[in-house]
């Protein structure tokens, strides 16, 4: 029990830092995309890495959100079934699709880093002499924490709504 | 026997990205090709400019839901309407549509403005029935219109030109307003007394009120086909806009408070679709490297040899997958499959993408597993039931629409013609 208060504790630490990490990335997003493109109109002038670095701010933002979107239900699934059963069904099955997603996750995790390792082998710069694979890292860490939090996940009850599940 | 026990996981509510990542995972496995392949083709799309509009207007979506917009909108367009038959309906299309397209996601219009109009309709003695069939099926109308996100999805998937999709569903989007429209006013002039009074005095106040939310989708249009900035310029502008209006001039949200939620909100949407994209677009590129879509072709060439034979049997497939499947995952996963398919009977890419969004958003309401059905019944508090009863007639007009949209390709093709000439 001791273990997954910690674990709990952990998580919440976890969603806290990537939260605040979103609001950085999004809000840099937002102002180097606006500056970008006033610059671009006024000045005839915009950072020639500045698109490719927005792409990369898009994946992270994305991936730090799909880690966070586990912890409020909010990844899409089919979930046809779960509307006509009993909720105590509901939590016996909610339990074991959380159990798989998160070995499922795992799997990705490593086929997300067996990724990464491999652009590190072929050394190529994205700009300004940054590697690519470290912009990379997003995808194993976001699959790893995804795993970790579903196993969590496995011992609440399902307590969100359908309703918000969809949105 | 593996494919049915992958169905099964996913009918018990697996998330999308785990099964398909599984059968990526299973089917790379087989082929002895490493997993790492899986991510490779994500790349490639994340290397497409237009990538950024998608969390872009994600979040000025967010911002536009959560402040008083639907409030404002709702009390515009019944000044504007409130006194004509079937006016009320006509206003909740409208406001429907208009949010929609703004915000991308129609569970949340349904939501949103849902809890405000329904009343309305309930008090001009429209049933029941009608009404919650309306809000239930208008909750998907703007997804033609820009910029809204489905839109934007399948251009970056299919690789068509977003900025020619944008023009083209506006005529068909307006198609099927129209034919609901239509079916709403008559429905107006049997009931016959209104309860409300025209309030036109009302006019000049609402659109004050208004009058900085108003101007939005013209600043996307205009600024895109002026040319004076591309569809991520725009979407960027409209960002910076609408933080300006709601946070500063309507003061709706606190920018220390509310907007770090909703960044946070709206980049779980962008996260849980982009998971999706990345895990699902390795797959389906396997998929066509094993000429698994060729392979269909052959078997379907069989019985269908005309493009029209092939556009009922896509129909019928896409309002099964629509129900399904929800709009940005049946995207990603369906559309890659289907183009080669599609480019062999001569179909226009832009056409099928207008095609294949209209029977996804009428998806989104057919029972019985339409996710909206389900939505409107929480919010509302009805049964399931009496809301598939509900959504019947109108689920047929829009049956109608949808043939229209599919057999006239004129309707989706002469306006992106005029402007590119």
Not at chain 1, 41 to 48: D, G, Q, T
Not at chain 2, 72 to 99: E, K, M, W
Not at chain 2, 145 to 158: D, E, H, M, Q
Not at chain 2, 253 to 270: G, H, Q
Request: charged letters at 10%; aromatic letters at 12%; a neutral charge.
């Amino acid at each position: 029990m001791e273990l997954i208060r910690y674990l709990y504790s952990l998580d919440r630490t976890l969603e806290k830092i990537e939260w605040c990490l979103i609001v950085c990335l999004l809000s840099m997003m937002i102002i180097l995309s606006f500056g970008q493109m006033v610059s671009r109109n006024l000045f005839h002038y915009a950072l020639i890495w500045g698109d490719t670095f927005l792409r990369q701010l898009v994946l992270w933002t994305g991936f730090l959100g799909a880690s966070l979107a586990v912890r409020q239900n909010k990844h899409i699934s089919i979930d046809v079934f779960s509307n006509f059963l009993s909720p105590k069904l509901k939590n016996k099955v909610f339990t074991y699709t959380c159990i798989a997603t998160a070995i499922i996750s795992g799997f990705l995790a490593w086929a997300a880093w067996s990724f990464v390792q491999f652009e590190k082998e072929s050394e190529s710069i994205l700009f300004l002499e940054l590697p690519v694979w470290l912009f990379q890292l997003i995808l194993p860490y976001s699959f790893l924490t995804i795993a970790f939090r579903f196993l969590l996940h496995s011992t609440r009850s399902k307590t969100k709504e359908t309703i918000q599940n969809n949105l | 026997m593996i494919a049915s026990a992958i169905f099964l996981l996913a009918l018990l509510g697996v998330p999308l990205f785990a099964i398909i990542g599984l059968c990526a995972l299973l089917s790379f496995y087989n082929a002895d090709i490493n997993a790492a392949a899986i991510f490779i083709e994500l790349y490639r799309v994340a290397s497409n400019p237009t990538l950024i509009a998608i969390p872009l207007f994600t979040f000025a979506g967010f911002i536009l839901a959560h402040g008083k917009t639907p409030e404002r909108l709702a009390h515009l367009s019944q000044s504007l309407l409130g006194g004509i038959p079937g006016g009320i309906p006509l206003t909740i299309l409208l406001a429907c549509a208009f949010f929609t397209a703004l915000t991308g996601a129609s569970g949340v219009t349904i939501i949103a403005l849902g809890g405000l109009l329904y009343p309305l309709l309930i008090k001009e003695k429209y049933g029941e029935n009608f009404s919650l069939g309306l809000i239930t099926s208008s909750g998907s109308l703007g997804l033609l219109f820009p910029p809204s996100l489905p839109l934007i999805l399948y251009g970056l998937v299919a690789q068509v030109s977003i900025d020619k999709l944008f023009i083209a569903g506006i005529v068909p989007g307006l198609v099927m307003i129209f034919i609901v429209a239509s079916y709403a006013i008559l429905r107006g002039k049997k009931i016959g007394a209104l309860s409300t009074k025209p309030e036109f005095s009302d006019v000049p106040n609402a659109l004050r009120k208004a009058a900085w939310e108003i101007p939005l989708p013209l600043i996307v249009l205009v600024g895109i086909y002026s040319g004076f900035f591309t569809v991520t310029e725009a979407a960027s502008v409209t960002v910076v806009y609408v933080i300006l209006i709601e946070s500063l001039i309507y003061k709706d949200l606190s920018i220390t408070k509310d907007i770090p939620v909703l960044m946070r909100d709206s980049i779980i949407l962008v996260g849980s679709i982009l998971i999706i994209l990345g895990t699902a677009m390795g797959f389906t590129s396997y998929l066509i490297d094993e000429q698994i879509p060729m392979t269909l072709l052959e078997t379907m060439r069989q019985y269908i040899d005309d493009p029209l034979t092939f556009l009922i049997a896509l129909n019928i497939f896409l309002l099964l997958v629509g129900c399904m499947m929800d709009i940005f995952s049946a995207i990603i996963v369906v559309v890659p499959l289907i183009i080669p398919i599609a480019k062999s009977f001569d179909i226009n890419m832009v056409h099928l993408g207008i095609i294949f969004l209209t029977n996804l958003e009428i998806g989104y309401s057919t029972p019985p597993i339409g996710i909206n059905l389900f939505i409107a019944g929480t919010r509302f508090g009805k049964p399931v039931l009496a809301l598939y009863k509900a959504v019947l007639p109108f689920l047929g007009l829009r049956l109608v629409g949808l043939l229209l949209i599919t057999y006239v390709p004129a309707l989706s093709l002469f306006l992106v013609d005029w402007i590119s000439n």
